[in-house]
């Protein structure tokens, strides 16, 4: 089991960038994938970023293409979303989420343990 916890959420104008980061606790980091999901408001929740189990090959979002990247550290335990050039449409509590199974890192029900979101504002 993993617990999941976010961080570096925030208010920010348009153009400006977070990095979000999620820290994980429990056994084998490692062996999970690792996913960000968001969830603006009025919106259903919407897949941002997958991250694979070793080696760390990343996916994007096709509305995040080009200005977010993801990441993970493994020693540290902890996942990034480096988040460049945002928009006000990309306001939305953003999530962090772990699946210990194969999946599809598209899908949030693919995952097994949520954390509880920070917030992200992008004022216009």
């Known amino acids: 089991q993993v617990q999941l916890v976010e961080s570096g959420g925030g208010l920010v104008q348009a153009g400006g960038s977070l990095r979000l980061s999620c820290a994980a606790s429990?056994?084998?980091?490692?062996?999970?994938?690792m996913g960000w999901f968001r969830q603006g408001p009025g919106k259903s929740r919407e897949f941002v970023a997958g991250?694979?189990?070793?080696?760390?090959?990343?996916y994007l979002g096709d509305s995040v293409k080009g200005r977010f990247t993801a990441s993970r550290d493994n020693a540290k335990n902890t996942v990034y979303l480096q988040m460049n050039s945002l928009k006000p449409e990309d306001t939305a509590i953003y999530y962090c989420?772990?699946?210990?199974?194969?999946?599809?890192?598209?899908?949030?029900?693919?995952?097994?343990?949520w954390g509880q979101g920070t917030q992200v504002t992008v004022s216009s």
């Open positions: 429990g056994r084998d980091f490692s062996s999970y994938a």
């Open positions: 991250i694979s189990r070793y080696p760390g090959i990343t």
């Open positions: 989420a772990a699946q210990s199974t194969t999946g599809s890192s598209r899908i949030d029900t693919s995952y097994d343990y």
